[in-house]
């Protein structure tokens, strides 16, 4: 019901900044939150941020005020930007949606992007 398209993924320099972008597609309408997680390998999968509807934003503690989500609703994306990027940061970046629908909850992932940190 929903495709996501991620893109902005690359290398960076330590302090660096990125912006992050995921177009939603199909069935937007039932879209409840967004957001963007990561994962390192050999990790678990974290979450980074999160933006819901209603416009209320959610941020892991790592970000420390780094990062800042935002959304375009005339064009169903949501952007990460990312500044004073650490080598830490070196991840794969997921994009979320979460509907709600019918029978209940789903979840859509992008395909992932990656994102590196180093000098």
């Known amino acids: 019901q929903v495709q996501l398209v991620e893109s902005g993924g690359g290398l960076v320099q330590p302090g660096g900044s990125l912006r992050l972008s995921c177009a939603a597609s199909g069935n937007i309408f039932s879209i409840n939150a967004m957001g963007w997680y990561r994962q390192a390998p050999g990790k678990q999968r974290d979450m980074v941020s999160t933006?819901?509807?209603?416009?209320?934003?959610n941020y892991a503690d790592f970000v420390e005020g780094r990062f800042t989500i935002s959304r375009d609703n005339a064009k169903s994306t949501v952007y990460l930007q990312m500044n004073s990027l650490k080598p830490e940061d070196t991840a794969v970046y997921y994009c979320?949606?979460?509907?709600?629908?019918?029978?209940?909850?789903?979840?859509?992932w992008g395909q992932g992007t990656q994102v590196t940190v180093s000098s």
């Open positions: 933006i819901t509807s209603g416009g209320s934003t």
């Open positions: 979320k949606v979460t509907t709600y629908v019918g029978p209940g909850w789903r979840h859509y």
